[in-house]
Protein backbone atom coordinates (compact mmCIF):
# COMPACT_ATOMS: atom_id res chain seq x y z
CA UNK A 1 0.00 0.00 0.00
CA UNK A 2 2.98 2.52 1.00
CA UNK A 3 4.56 1.45 -2.25
CA UNK A 4 1.84 2.38 -4.39
CA UNK A 5 1.30 5.84 -2.54
CA UNK A 6 4.51 6.49 -3.13
CA UNK A 7 4.02 5.76 -6.87
CA UNK A 8 0.88 8.00 -7.23
CA UNK A 9 2.88 10.55 -5.34
CA UNK A 10 6.15 10.23 -8.03
CA UNK A 11 3.88 10.00 -10.99
CA UNK A 12 1.94 13.07 -9.60
CA UNK A 13 5.25 15.14 -8.99
CA UNK A 14 5.96 14.32 -12.60
CA UNK A 15 2.85 15.10 -14.19
CA UNK A 16 3.33 18.53 -12.62
CA UNK A 17 6.73 18.98 -13.34
CA UNK A 18 6.04 18.66 -17.00
CA UNK A 19 2.94 20.74 -17.33
CA UNK A 20 5.06 23.36 -15.55
CA UNK A 21 7.71 22.69 -18.39
CA UNK A 22 5.16 22.44 -21.03
CA UNK A 23 4.30 25.99 -23.35
CA UNK A 24 1.57 28.10 -21.96
CA UNK A 25 -1.18 28.31 -24.44
CA UNK A 26 -2.96 31.30 -25.42
CA UNK A 27 -6.37 31.91 -24.88
CA UNK A 28 -7.73 31.45 -28.42
CA UNK A 29 -5.72 30.88 -31.30
CA UNK A 30 -3.28 33.52 -31.88
CA UNK A 31 -0.01 31.63 -30.26
CA UNK A 32 1.38 31.71 -26.60
CA UNK A 33 0.85 34.18 -23.92
CA UNK A 34 4.80 35.20 -24.54
CA UNK A 35 4.32 36.27 -28.25
CA UNK A 36 1.29 38.08 -27.44
CA UNK A 37 3.16 40.49 -25.37
CA UNK A 38 5.92 40.75 -27.64
CA UNK A 39 3.01 41.93 -29.90
CA UNK A 40 1.66 44.46 -27.99
CA UNK A 41 4.91 45.73 -26.41
CA UNK A 42 5.78 46.17 -30.35
CA UNK A 43 2.43 47.98 -30.57
CA UNK A 44 2.75 50.32 -27.68
CA UNK A 45 6.91 51.06 -28.86
CA UNK A 46 4.84 51.79 -32.62
CA UNK A 47 2.45 54.28 -30.78
CA UNK A 48 5.14 55.78 -28.84
CA UNK A 49 7.29 55.90 -31.54
CA UNK A 50 4.36 57.57 -33.29
CA UNK A 51 3.32 60.08 -30.46
CA UNK A 52 7.28 61.11 -30.52
CA UNK A 53 7.02 61.98 -33.95
CA UNK A 54 3.87 64.11 -34.02
CA UNK A 55 5.07 66.06 -31.09
CA UNK A 56 8.25 67.14 -33.30
CA UNK A 57 6.04 67.86 -36.46
CA UNK A 58 3.63 69.99 -33.99
CA UNK A 59 7.00 71.61 -32.15
CA UNK A 60 8.35 71.85 -36.05
CA UNK A 61 5.09 73.60 -36.89
CA UNK A 62 4.63 75.56 -33.91
CA UNK A 63 8.36 77.48 -34.74
CA UNK A 64 7.21 77.92 -38.47
CA UNK A 65 4.22 79.41 -37.63
CA UNK A 66 6.29 81.99 -34.80
CA UNK A 67 8.55 82.69 -37.81
CA UNK A 68 6.32 83.49 -40.09
CA UNK A 69 4.44 85.68 -37.96
CA UNK A 70 7.74 87.14 -37.06
CA UNK A 71 8.40 87.92 -40.90
CA UNK A 72 4.95 89.57 -40.91
CA UNK A 73 5.35 91.53 -38.24
CA UNK A 74 8.66 92.86 -40.00
CA UNK A 75 7.15 93.83 -42.58
CA UNK A 76 4.64 95.76 -40.83
CA UNK A 77 6.86 96.98 -38.61
CA UNK A 78 8.80 98.41 -41.23
CA UNK A 79 5.89 99.71 -43.74
CA UNK A 80 4.97 101.70 -40.39
CA UNK A 81 8.00 103.19 -40.21
CA UNK A 82 7.76 104.39 -44.05
CA UNK A 83 4.56 105.68 -43.53
CA UNK A 84 5.91 107.72 -40.27
CA UNK A 85 8.57 109.00 -42.35
CA UNK A 86 6.19 110.30 -45.18
CA UNK A 87 4.45 112.05 -42.24
CA UNK A 88 7.14 114.02 -41.08
CA UNK A 89 8.13 114.80 -43.81
CA UNK A 90 5.05 116.00 -45.67
CA UNK A 91 4.28 118.28 -42.21
CA UNK A 92 8.23 119.91 -42.66
CA UNK A 93 7.65 120.71 -46.11
CA UNK A 94 4.13 122.02 -45.43
CA UNK A 95 5.35 124.12 -42.67
CA UNK A 96 8.19 125.46 -44.90
CA UNK A 97 5.62 126.22 -47.62
CA UNK A 98 6.92 123.62 -49.98
CA UNK A 99 4.46 121.56 -52.43
CA UNK A 100 3.81 117.95 -50.76
CA UNK A 101 5.10 116.31 -54.20
CA UNK A 102 8.43 116.66 -52.92
CA UNK A 103 7.84 113.67 -50.74
CA UNK A 104 6.81 111.31 -53.23
CA UNK A 105 10.40 109.98 -53.57
CA UNK A 106 10.57 108.91 -50.22
CA UNK A 107 7.68 106.66 -51.18
CA UNK A 108 10.44 104.71 -53.59
CA UNK A 109 12.62 104.17 -50.83
CA UNK A 110 13.55 100.84 -48.89
CA UNK A 111 11.30 100.28 -45.90
CA UNK A 112 14.59 99.44 -44.76
CA UNK A 113 16.37 103.27 -44.64
CA UNK A 114 13.27 104.82 -43.35
CA UNK A 115 13.10 102.76 -40.06
CA UNK A 116 16.37 104.06 -38.86
CA UNK A 117 15.86 107.65 -38.09
CA UNK A 118 18.30 108.98 -35.78
CA UNK A 119 18.40 105.32 -33.83
CA UNK A 120 22.48 105.18 -34.83
CA UNK A 121 25.14 105.22 -32.42
CA UNK A 122 27.17 108.39 -32.99
CA UNK A 123 29.88 107.66 -35.78
CA UNK A 124 27.78 104.99 -37.13
CA UNK A 125 26.05 104.74 -39.89
CA UNK A 126 22.66 104.06 -40.63
CA UNK A 127 23.37 101.18 -43.42
CA UNK A 128 25.47 99.69 -40.27
CA UNK A 129 23.02 99.03 -38.21
CA UNK A 130 20.06 97.99 -40.87
CA UNK A 131 22.89 95.60 -42.21
CA UNK A 132 23.51 94.03 -38.23
CA UNK A 133 19.51 93.96 -37.77
CA UNK A 134 18.87 92.50 -40.73
CA UNK A 135 21.56 90.08 -40.35
CA UNK A 136 20.40 88.96 -36.80
CA UNK A 137 16.57 88.36 -38.31
CA UNK A 138 18.05 86.70 -41.56
CA UNK A 139 19.68 83.86 -39.32
CA UNK A 140 16.21 83.21 -37.95
CA UNK A 141 13.99 83.69 -40.92
CA UNK A 142 16.16 82.39 -43.59
CA UNK A 143 19.05 80.26 -42.12
CA UNK A 144 17.80 79.32 -39.31
CA UNK A 145 20.66 79.11 -37.19
CA UNK A 146 18.83 80.23 -33.91
CA UNK A 147 22.30 79.53 -31.85
CA UNK A 148 23.97 82.07 -33.68
CA UNK A 149 20.73 84.48 -33.69
CA UNK A 150 20.98 84.99 -29.87
CA UNK A 151 24.34 86.21 -29.61
CA UNK A 152 23.42 88.52 -33.05
CA UNK A 153 20.69 89.98 -31.19
CA UNK A 154 22.28 90.58 -28.52
CA UNK A 155 24.88 92.50 -30.45
CA UNK A 156 23.19 94.40 -31.98
CA UNK A 157 21.43 96.51 -28.76
CA UNK A 158 24.94 96.75 -27.01
CA UNK A 159 25.79 98.54 -30.34
CA UNK A 160 22.57 100.53 -30.96
CA UNK A 161 20.91 100.89 -27.98
CA UNK A 162 19.16 103.84 -29.29
CA UNK A 163 17.38 102.08 -32.76
CA UNK A 164 14.23 101.41 -33.94
CA UNK A 165 14.47 98.23 -33.55
CA UNK A 166 15.66 97.43 -30.27
CA UNK A 167 12.49 96.83 -28.70
CA UNK A 168 12.34 94.43 -31.78
CA UNK A 169 15.74 92.86 -31.13
CA UNK A 170 14.58 92.02 -27.65
CA UNK A 171 11.08 90.40 -28.72
CA UNK A 172 13.41 88.22 -30.75
CA UNK A 173 16.06 87.13 -28.37
CA UNK A 174 12.61 86.63 -25.94
CA UNK A 175 10.88 84.56 -28.66
CA UNK A 176 14.81 82.36 -29.31
CA UNK A 177 15.88 81.08 -25.60
CA UNK A 178 11.73 80.59 -25.00
CA UNK A 179 12.10 78.11 -27.65
CA UNK A 180 15.05 76.44 -26.35
CA UNK A 181 13.22 76.96 -22.43
CA UNK A 182 15.51 78.83 -20.91
CA UNK A 183 12.14 81.06 -19.27
CA UNK A 184 13.75 83.09 -17.09
CA UNK A 185 16.10 84.64 -19.26
CA UNK A 186 13.06 85.08 -21.91
CA UNK A 187 11.06 86.45 -19.14
CA UNK A 188 13.65 89.02 -19.07
CA UNK A 189 13.62 90.20 -22.39
CA UNK A 190 9.94 90.45 -22.68
CA UNK A 191 9.80 92.52 -19.48
CA UNK A 192 12.12 94.95 -21.07
CA UNK A 193 10.24 95.53 -24.20
CA UNK A 194 6.58 95.69 -22.02
CA UNK A 195 8.35 98.10 -19.36
CA UNK A 196 11.08 100.21 -21.44
CA UNK A 197 9.23 100.49 -24.30
CA UNK A 198 5.58 101.50 -24.44
CA UNK A 199 4.81 102.37 -27.48
CA UNK A 200 6.22 99.36 -29.05
CA UNK A 201 3.94 97.30 -31.33
CA UNK A 202 5.90 94.29 -29.71
CA UNK A 203 4.14 95.01 -26.31
CA UNK A 204 0.93 93.39 -26.27
CA UNK A 205 2.77 90.22 -27.70
CA UNK A 206 5.45 90.34 -25.18
CA UNK A 207 3.40 91.06 -22.72
CA UNK A 208 0.97 87.92 -23.55
CA UNK A 209 4.47 85.30 -23.85
CA UNK A 210 5.12 86.99 -19.89
CA UNK A 211 1.79 84.88 -19.26
CA UNK A 212 2.64 82.04 -21.27
CA UNK A 213 6.04 81.85 -19.58
CA UNK A 214 4.35 82.07 -16.38
CA UNK A 215 1.81 79.22 -16.99
CA UNK A 216 4.76 76.99 -18.42
CA UNK A 217 6.31 77.54 -14.57
CA UNK A 218 2.98 76.92 -13.12
CA UNK A 219 2.32 80.43 -11.44
CA UNK A 220 -1.27 80.41 -13.23
CA UNK A 221 -1.96 83.32 -11.30
CA UNK A 222 0.53 85.46 -12.65
CA UNK A 223 -0.03 83.90 -16.34
CA UNK A 224 -3.72 84.91 -15.21
CA UNK A 225 -2.50 88.68 -14.84
CA UNK A 226 -0.53 89.19 -17.72
CA UNK A 227 -3.54 87.42 -20.23
CA UNK A 228 -5.88 90.00 -18.30
CA UNK A 229 -3.60 93.24 -18.84
CA UNK A 230 -3.22 92.23 -22.42
CA UNK A 231 -7.28 92.36 -23.08
CA UNK A 232 -7.65 95.41 -21.15
CA UNK A 233 -4.90 97.41 -22.83
CA UNK A 234 -5.11 95.65 -26.18
CA UNK A 235 -8.66 94.99 -26.41
CA UNK A 236 -9.37 93.66 -30.38
CA UNK A 237 -5.84 93.04 -31.41
CA UNK A 238 -4.71 89.07 -32.28
CA UNK A 239 -2.44 88.96 -28.81
CA UNK A 240 -5.55 89.97 -26.92
CA UNK A 241 -7.54 87.11 -28.90
CA UNK A 242 -4.89 84.51 -28.09
CA UNK A 243 -4.83 86.06 -24.36
CA UNK A 244 -9.10 85.29 -24.09
CA UNK A 245 -8.27 81.24 -25.30
CA UNK A 246 -5.26 81.34 -22.74
CA UNK A 247 -7.72 82.13 -19.75
CA UNK A 248 -10.35 79.67 -21.15
CA UNK A 249 -7.87 76.85 -20.41
CA UNK A 250 -6.72 78.44 -17.07
Known amino acids: MKHNLAAISMAAVLSTSAWAQAP ?16 LERGANA ?6 EHQRQLTSLQREVSELRGLLEEQSYRLEQVIERQRSMLAAQQDAGQPAQAAQPEAAAPAASAANGSGN ?17 NLVLQQKDYDAAIPAFARFITQYPQSDYVPNAHYWLGQLLFAQKRFDQSKAQFTRVVEAY ?23 ASAKQHFEQVVREYAGSSAARLAEEYLAGL
Open 24 to 39: VSSVGSSGSVSDRLAE
Open 47 to 52: RSQAQI
Open 121 to 137: QPGASSSDEQAAYDNAV
Open 198 to 220: GKSNKRPDAMLKLGVIAREQGDN
